[in-house]
């Protein structure tokens, strides 16, 4: 049976596609998705609380209409009497630099009386000439709106006015400011806030005021809170601004203002707004003229001074001389306390103070407009990231690297904000970031799990538990089907098991099978190899299958060499027991082999077949007439040269015509003393000598190894060969190669 994980990676990564185009839509404003712009809201006022100043700015101050002034100076509106007079003990009393108004005057005073007289000198008094005498002569005194202009004329004030998006009865209340620019002189007027109507000053307070703005704010977000409030508007194809603007303008005795528009990615204009130049000072804005507000901190990041304090002249002047004054309320009647992300009701008077804060400072947060192009990169990394790096971890390092990515988001984003002053999203990517690892969390646990069970049904019999979850977790394709591929064979032999079996009961003997195969097992899968099969005493393992390893015959004669050290434990614990001592013969050959499921109807099994297999066989076998316990051919050798083998012989082994040359494995080569490299530098001259037949030259050597050698068999095979050569020399074509008859 094939299994196959390419239409569970094709889901994955559609899923992961699909739910990023979503994101990236958002992002791209091309779709709105709610939920994540209430996280995007929540976490903005979460960094804006994170790093407020909290610091009180003691040059602007703000006249304060609250409850203690309502108490005492009567419900507002107040006459405008009362108002001219707290403009002229702000002006000539208080000495203030700049005042301003956060309330509109945009109906008449009726109180002071002039209406009636005007009835009278029209009506029944009209041909009174001492009283129409009087009553001009009085007129500007009883006048409030008179007054009150008058206290205004000559001086730094900015009036505050409403302009509203919907289209009142009456849309035009009162007297606007001066314009500060034709709407169709630029091209960028066309995204701003186009409003309908407005509600404005008197004309007469209007046109002696030294300016003007609008205090409302058409950018509330849809959970009602102030996060940012535009400077311009559009209305009647003129572009007026805001309070906060107007004041600063005013302060800087009404310098031009240069509007700067950004380009597209091709470099050309794109005819959006992207700052404000005010004598070299860039205020920055999005298109539609929207500035961040700047929060010091809480309500009372500016001096509050009650109005009727100042109206009674208790504030000691050294707390107005020359400060910026913005009249206005936190009055809760006067409904003028809005939501903020710093504190749930704010005056919103001291929003319009902030921002002015922020200009005189040049203390500005941004959102540039090719910014959305960085995020919108940033979903996209998320993105590839998930679908090309998560799948091939495993669990625990995917959710290390899963963390990493969100602090590192996290710093990046808050480095924006507190460094650069940059506003970037944060809520989406780090979102993005959760639901695509959550996606890959999910394939992970309901289908990989799948494939660990199939690949354990396929493949647990044969090789360790550890290489089924490592062919889990690729995407390489696993079948059982057959096929042919390069790969290495291990054989590994008990020796002289009939004679150990004969002098042992069965029980017995089936126990001291176990303990030998046990271990030879464990080390195999160590190693990464593929049990084929046990035969009685022997074990036949490969590798380079199921799972394509191209490091095959390293891996499997690193295998050997740490069987025969595995001997050693067991030789031991059998002398513990009682048992008989033993031994082991290993052959290891790499080559093209074909591997799969073989057999028939009745019985299958997963193995390997070819003339590849046969010679690691033969090899085995050799090792006892060469009284090694480990043999590999040549073509291992090649495969895996980090290890340092000492050649045996060329040989041609039963079946096969053409010659091979064997060599026992000695250990990896930096593991290699001296005193080994010298005895194989000797050795190899003895072959060449041998096979050149230069017999006496051949046999100084090996009698010298063998006399300092005795135990080690493959110098007296040699002097025996060189013994039988003497006496009868080999063919004229003799190739050096020794023809074994037996298996």
């Known amino acids: 049976m094939k299994f196959s994980n390419k239409w569970i990676k094709s889901y994955r990564v559609l899923a992961c596609t699909l739910i990023t185009l979503l994101f990236m839509a958002h992002t791209a404003h091309w779709l709105h998705i709610p939920t994540l712009q209430r996280m995007e809201n929540i976490l903005y006022d979460l960094r804006m609380r994170a790093t407020l100043e909290n610091t009180v700015n003691q040059n602007i101050v703000i006249i304060d209409i609250d409850e203690e002034s309502l108490a005492k100076e009567g419900r507002w509106p ?5 108002l001219a007079y707290l403009v002229d003990i702000l002006f000539d009393y208080y000495n203030v630099k700049l005042l301003g108004f956060d309330v509109v005057f945009s109906e008449a005073d009726t109180s002071d009386g002039v209406e009636l007289l005007e009835k009278l000198a029209t009506g029944p008094l009209q041909k009174d000439a001492n009283f129409l005498s009087a009553f001009e002569t009085m007129r500007p005194h009883l006048s409030y709106d008179d007054m009150f202009a008058a206290s205004l004329k000559n001086r730094p004030v900015v009036l505050g006015y409403f302009a509203s998006h919907i289209k009142e009865k009456t849309p035009e209340v009162g007297m606007l400011p001066t314009p500060l620019a034709a709407a169709d002189q630029h091209p960028f007027s066309h995204l701003l806030f186009k409003e309908q109507s407005y509600a404005s000053n008197l004309p007469k307070l209007q046109s002696t005021a030294m300016h003007g703005g609008f205090f409302n704010n058409p950018t509330v977000d849809e959970d009602g809170v102030y996060r940012r409030l535009p400077l311009l508007i559009n209305y009647n194809n003129q572009l007026y601004e805001a309070l906060s603007l107007a004041l600063y303008r005013t302060l800087l005795g009404m310098p ?37 507000v700047p929060y010091r901190g809480r309500q009372g990041s500016f001096p509050y001074v009650s109005a009727t304090d100042v109206l009674n002249t208790v504030v000691p002047q050294e707390k107005l001389k020359d400060k910026i004054v913005i009249v206005g309320t936190s009055a809760a009647g006067l409904l003028d306390l809005r939501v903020t992300p710093v504190q ?72 924006c904000w507190a460094i650069l002053n940059i506003d970037t999203i944060l809520a989406t990517p780090i979102t993005l970031l959760t639901a695509l690892y959550g996606i890959q969390l999910f394939f992970g646990f309901f289908f990989e799990s799948r494939k660990k069970k199939q690949m354990g049904n396929m493949f647990g019999q044969y090789i360790p538990p550890e290489l089924v979850e490592q062919m889990s977790q690729s995407d390489e394709e696993f079948s059982l089907k057959g096929e042919s591929r390069e790969m290495t064979v291990l054989f590994s032999d008990v020796r002289g098991f009939t004679t150990i079996s004969e002098g042992m009961e069965p029980q017995e003997l089936c126990e001291l099978i176990n303990d030998i195969l046990t271990p030879v097992t464990r080390v195999i899968h160590d190693h990464k190899g593929t049990i084929d099969k046990y035969i009685g005493d022997a074990i036949m393992a490969f590798w380079g299958a199921p799972m394509h390893n191209p490091q095959h015959a390293t891996y499997a004669v690193r295998a050997g060499l740490a069987i025969l050290q595995a001997l050693k434990t067991i030789q031991k614990d059998f002398k513990a027991k009682g048992w008989p001592e033993v031994d082991i013969g290993i052959g290891l050959n790499t080559g093209t082999m074909s591997v799969g499921n073989m057999g028939s109807q009745f019985r299958i099994a997963y193995t390997i077949m070819g003339d590849a297999v046969n010679l690691g066989s033969r090899l085995e076998g050799l090792t006892k007439q060469y009284g090694v316990k480990m043999i590999v051919s040549e073509s291992t050798l090649q495969a895996a040269p980090e290890f340092t083998y000492r050649e045996l012989d060329k040989v041609r082994v039963k079946g096969k015509h053409k010659p091979i040359t064997i060599y026992e494995p000695l250990g990896v080569t930096e593991d290699i003393n001296s005193e080994q490299l010298q005895i194989l530098e000797l050795l190899n001259q003895g072959l060449h000598n041998y096979r050149q037949q230069q017999w006496d030259a051949a046999q100084n050597i090996f009698e010298q190894l063998a006399g300092q050698y005795p135990h080690d068999k493959l110098y007296s095979i040699y002097l025996e060969r060189i013994a039988y050569y003497l006496e009868s020399p080999p063919e004229i074509d003799w190739d050096g190669a020794f023809t074994h008859t037996s298996k």
């Open 256 to 292: 031009e203002v240069n509007f700067i528009t950004g380009d597209d990615v091709y470099g050309k204009s794109n005819n959006q707004l992207e700052a404000l130049d005010i004598e070299d000072f860039h205020i920055p804005v999005d298109k539609t003229s929207t500035l961040l």
């Open 344 to 415: 749930e009701l704010y005056a919103g008077v001291e929003i319009h103070a902030n921002i002015l804060s922020g200009l005189i400072n040049h203390n500005l947060k941004s959102r540039p407009s090719y910014i959305q192009g960085i995020e919108l990169i940033e979903l996209l990394l998320i993105s590839l990231l998930a679908v090309f790096i998560f799948p091939r971890l495993p669990v625990f390092l995917s959710a290390i690297v899963f963390s990493a990515l969100l602090v590192t988001g996290i710093a990046f984003n808050f480095y």
């Open 78 to 82: 107040w006459r405008r009497d009362k």
